[in-house]
């Protein structure tokens, strides 16, 4: 199959739309500020004060952080969708999200997180790593669509009611309400911290995966085929494993659980690449991000002062496209 | 046995498996039939809401009830009449789906505790005084402690001991505590109880549907609503003296410090979870009354919404002042505080941070903390306001 549009030209589009959803997520937020003066306030701190500081501090995070995120969601669902050769496995949808958030609830509630702050990424990756293996374990190495599917739910289901019973066990009355921050994300008022905090981990998981692009080419042919090629399958499997539970694991950690960007991009980017994984990767990593990116400005125009969750809108674009998968995977079965 | 239609406890029965056994062997043994009538239909009825403990909870309390004194025939007519009841049971018995069966046994049960007729606490003039009063809310907690007569009151709320919650920790001590939970206040036999308008709804219900008076006291947003709880908290306790000295005191206070001459200030108030309080809260007459203008208020928000911390940053308000509440048990809720924009606003802003108990209810206490508020900001930069101990104006 061959891509209707050349990738170099693909990448390129892609990156300028990534870069000018950076600028819009920048210009977006409940204070008015003038275009001119929050770019001035951002560049060379030469604004008021107030003004540099919401540009710097409170902006600035935010969208480094759905740029990051996003990519993460996206290039760990096209390495998923890659590795178990499968078009429904995405972080969300395996449970690995959900791990992660139930990671960083035991990290930030027992109050180790701020005792050691890198306590917090750690935690949740080393629970993303275990929902990786368990939903393996579950689905068996044959991993076929519903199988996995059916694993990723009961890794989901359990960790968000631990997550639950963590935040109800907690005496703040507060704890409780962030429930809904943890199962559906938000990018809300995070700081530099975070982004000091979470970008080295997903950074560290984009190296392993980027590794990964002869590999799954590979794959495609079938694992034998892909093993006489002489690929190494359990360091594609270390890799894609430990790529994704790092990045995510940090991802989720400063921003809750965001569903479906790891599905749908590398669907929608798939066609345009010509279905070969290796250039999917990176394809899936900017459309993600971009679409992360939308998504937040989205969630602040529609409703500025009630801090509407991100997962909410991901899943009403995500959910009917989901379904439309299952139809279009059975079909395809049958 | 007098003829009950069954038609919703049969449908009941295959839902919930293991508990009508139970209770029907308690039913038999201990209640007459015309008590089970009632009982046992209201009791399917709220099992179907997914209400089983608090049914089982009824239930015994009625059976000791009745084990310890003969029927009153007051109490009696408050039961819900079973037919009113078993019309709606067999309206039900088509729904099939259990969501919508749930949606609906929810939705008429609060039509039959609207036709069911509640206690009312009517306290003629010439009755006598409550003896034994029991407080389920930490904001009538405080009020009671304040008003009633020694001996008069029994039991407050185990949360009037918490000092992170109560100004008045110390004093509650001498009193039994009650967790609010509708078994244990009836076994105090109060001659009175006094609710909160938050105060979970289901047990207050419940003590009403028993035969006790209860007397709900309105959420306070103004010094009005308190005044006028304060004079009804009077009314009730039959110490409208007490409660009078503690309003004029009170307003005789407010007047000295609103004598003071300073310019006006603006101020904020940051709840967790980056919430405020603008118009119509009682925080928000607290902060006038300390002659700051809202920064909420100005920004058009009402009652307790969420302030952007950008729109606060731009705002920059005189004054900050923060919660100190749950800081040993850390949620993301109080994340707001330490965020590194807040920080900076620190070098033109100052902060104050105020413990929660303070804030909670609505008492003559509020005068020291409208009192250290207004002098928060102007001695240094920062200012700590914890809680003003336990000390009460009498």
Redesign the interface.
């Known amino acids: 199959m061959t891509a209707p549009v050349p990738y170099t030209l693909l990448i390129g589009m892609l990156s300028a739309l990534v870069g000018l959803l950076f600028a819009g997520s920048l210009l977006t937020?409940?204070?008015a500020?003038g275009f001119t003066d929050s770019l001035i306030a951002l560049v060379s701190g030469q604004s008021s004060?107030?003004?540099v500081?919401?540009m710097r501090?409170?902006?600035l995070p935010r969208a480094i952080l759905g740029l990051m995120i996003g990519a993460s969601l996206g290039l760990t669902g096209a390495a998923l969708q890659g590795y178990l050769r499968n078009p429904l496995a995405e972080p969300a949808l395996l449970g690995i999200s959900a791990s992660a958030s139930l990671g960083a609830v035991l990290a930030?509630?027992t109050?180790l997180?701020?005792i050691l702050p890198l306590s917090l990424p750690i935690l949740a990756l080393l629970a993303a790593i275990i929902a990786v293996f368990v939903v393996r374990l579950l689905a068996g190495s044959r991993s076929d669509v519903a199988t996995l599917i059916l694993a990723g739910v009961a890794v989901t289901s359990f960790a968000g009611a631990m997550t639950a019973l963590a935040l109800n066990l907690?005496?703040?009355?507060?704890?409780a309400?962030?429930i809904v921050?943890w199962m559906l994300g938000s990018l809300?008022?995070r700081?530099?911290?975070d982004v000091w905090l979470a970008s080295p981990f997903m950074l560290a998981g984009w190296m392993m995966i980027a590794g990964l692009g002869r590999a799954l080419d590979a794959l495609t042919l079938g694992e034998a085929t892909a093993r006489s090629l002489g690929i190494r399958l359990d360091r594609v499997q270390a890799l894609a494993v430990f790529g994704t539970a790092v990045s995510v694991g940090a991802a989720t950690s400063v921003s809750g659980a965001i569903g479906f960007i790891g599905l749908i991009v590398p669907h929608l980017m798939r066609p345009l690449v010509g279905a070969r994984p290796s250039r999917l990767l990176l394809a899936s990593a900017l459309a993600g991000a971009a679409m992360l990116l939308a998504a937040d400005i989205a969630v602040r125009l529609i409703s500025?002062?009630?801090?509407l969750k991100i997962g909410v809108l991901t899943a009403l674009v995500g959910a009917p496209f989901f379904l439309w998968l299952i139809i279009k995977t059975r079909r395809s079965v049958l | 046995m007098s003829p009950i239609p069954r038609a919703g406890c049969a449908l009941e029965r295959m839902s919930v498996v293991a508990t009508p056994s139970v209770n029907e062997a308690r039913a038999d043994r201990w209640i007459p039939t015309q008590g089970r009538q009632a009982i046992t239909s209201t009791d399917c009825h709220r099992r179907r809401a997914n209400v089983l403990r608090r049914a089982l909870q009824e239930l015994t309390l009625q059976r000791d009830r009745l084990r310890s004194r003969p029927l009153n025939p007051a109490a009696k007519g408050k039961l819900v009449p079973a037919r009113r009841v078993n019309a709606f049971h067999i309206s039900l018995g088509a729904l099939r789906s259990t969501r919508l069966a749930l949606l609906a046994s929810t939705f008429s049960f609060l039509l039959v505790s609207a036709v069911s007729p509640g206690a009312a606490p009517t306290q003629g003039e010439g009755a006598s005084p409550p003896r034994r009063v029991v407080s389920m809310n930490l904001c009538t907690d405080q009020l009671a402690m304040m008003i009633a007569a020694p001996g008069q009151l029994y039991s407050v709320s185990s949360l009037a001991r918490d000092p992170a919650m109560s100004l008045m920790a110390n004093q509650a001590r001498a009193f039994r505590p009650n967790h609010g939970l509708a078994e244990e206040v009836f076994s105090m036999q109060p001659d009175l109880i006094l609710v909160g308008s938050m105060t979970t709804r289901a047990t207050v219900a419940m003590l009403k549907r028993l035969g006790f008076p209860v007397v709900e006291l309105p959420f306070e947003t103004s010094f009005d609503d308190m005044r006028a709880n304060i004079r009804l908290m009077g009314e009730v306790l039959h110490q409208t003296d007490r409660a009078n000295r503690l309003i004029e005191q009170f307003d005789a206070d407010l007047n000295r410090l609103q004598q003071v001459q300073a310019p006006r200030r603006t101020a904020v108030l940051l709840h967790?979870?980056?919430y405020t309080s603008g118009t119509g809260t009682l925080a928000n007459e607290i902060l006038n009354a300390a002659r700051y203008d809202n920064v909420a208020e100005r920004l058009g928000l009402s009652s307790v919404?969420?302030l952007?911390?950008?729109?606060l940053?731009?705002a920059?308000p005189d004054l900050v002042v923060t919660d100190s509440a749950?800081e040993?048990?850390?949620?993301?809720?109080?994340?707001?505080f330490s965020?590194?924009?807040l920080l900076?606003?620190e070098?033109?802003s100052a902060k104050a941070v105020s413990a929660t108990n303070r804030w909670i209810c609505a008492t003559p206490q509020l005068i020291d903390l409208i009192a250290d508020l207004s002098k928060a900001g102007r001695v240094g930069n920062k200012s700590s306001m914890s809680s003003a101990g336990s000390g009460t104006r009498q």
């Open positions: 937020g409940p204070a500020i004060d107030a003004v500081l919401v501090e409170i902006r930030i509630y109050g997180a701020a907690s005496p703040n009355p507060f704890a309400l962030e921050f809300a008022d700081s530099m911290a500025p002062d009630t801090d | 967790p979870h980056s919404s969420k952007p911390l950008e729109q940053v731009l920059a749950w040993e048990a850390p949620a993301l809720a109080q994340k707001t965020h590194p924009a900076a606003l070098a033109t």
